[in-house]
């Protein structure tokens, strides 16, 4: 089955510097990478996603970029704000099964 | 509109008890998804519902299972608790039919907490 992996596990920046978050995945036909952001207490809320055949995605301060033959895809988070600080997950999904989630990163916003 | 509502938020069972949890998903959505999150082993996907049929199942005992109503609204059961299903279970809604010929948005619930002690 799909196989991710993310990187680090957590992640400290200053405010107002950027972040950026890792995963790989081993599995070429997935086809479908969206990123999660969890806060205490609370469900997984998707902030942003690409699909294959996309090689990098923007929404305001988030960006996402996918490289297929490398098989990684990555999240920016730019001008990062305190409300930032939460466990952000990659998923992919491989075209049958649900999901698969990388073990997650903690962001840590320092004011 | 309304998110993903699950019921109950925190539950806390006796090992070799049987539970079901609850989840009515985003109005207009057909596919509902159940996951499980622990510390150790993080999201693991259970199973995946349209249109009243499981259409794809994660790797997890037979001790787990659901069942989806013609309104959308799906049930997860798990009998013969063990300590190990202590965790947080999710539930997610989408609009598209698995295995459509391009990808899907899932949208999470709060989640349940449950603890088996």
């Known amino acids: 089955g799909e196989n991710v992996e993310q990187h680090p596990s957590t992640l400290s920046v200053q405010e107002g510097d950027s972040a950026v978050i890792k995963c790989t995945y081993s599995?070429?036909?997935?086809?479908?990478f969206p990123w999660y952001k969890q806060e205490l207490g609370k469900g997984p809320q998707l902030i942003i996603d690409?699909?294959?055949?996309?090689g990098e995605k923007k929404d305001q301060r988030i960006a996402v970029t996918l490289n297929k033959t490398a098989k990684h895809f990555s999240l920016h988070i730019t001008e990062t704000q305190p409300e930032d600080s939460a466990v952000y997950f990659c998923a992919v999904h491989p075209g049958a099964d649900g999901l698969t989630f990388g073990k997650g990163t903690h962001l840590i916003i320092q004011p | 509109k309304a998110g993903v509502t699950q019921t109950p938020r925190y539950l806390i069972k006796t090992r070799g008890q049987q539970v079901t949890l609850s989840c009515s998903p985003i109005s207009g959505h057909r596919s509902v998804s159940w996951y499980q999150q622990t510390p150790g082993q993080g999201l693991q996907f259970l199973f995946e519902?349209?249109?009243?049929?499981?259409?794809n199942k994660g790797n997890f005992p037979g001790r787990f299972s659901g069942r989806q109503f013609s309104n959308s609204r799906s049930e997860m059961n798990v009998s013969t608790l063990e300590l190990g299903d202590s965790a947080l279970y999710l539930c997610?809604?989408?609009?598209?039919?698995?295995?459509?010929?391009?990808?899907?948005?899932?949208?999470f619930g709060p989640g349940t907490r449950l603890t088996v002690t």
């Open positions: 690409i699909r294959s055949n996309v």
């Open positions: 519902y349209f249109s009243e049929t499981q259409r």
């Open positions: 997610a809604s989408s609009f598209r039919e698995p295995g459509a010929a391009f990808a899907y948005e899932q949208y």
């Open positions: 599995d070429s036909a997935s086809n479908y």
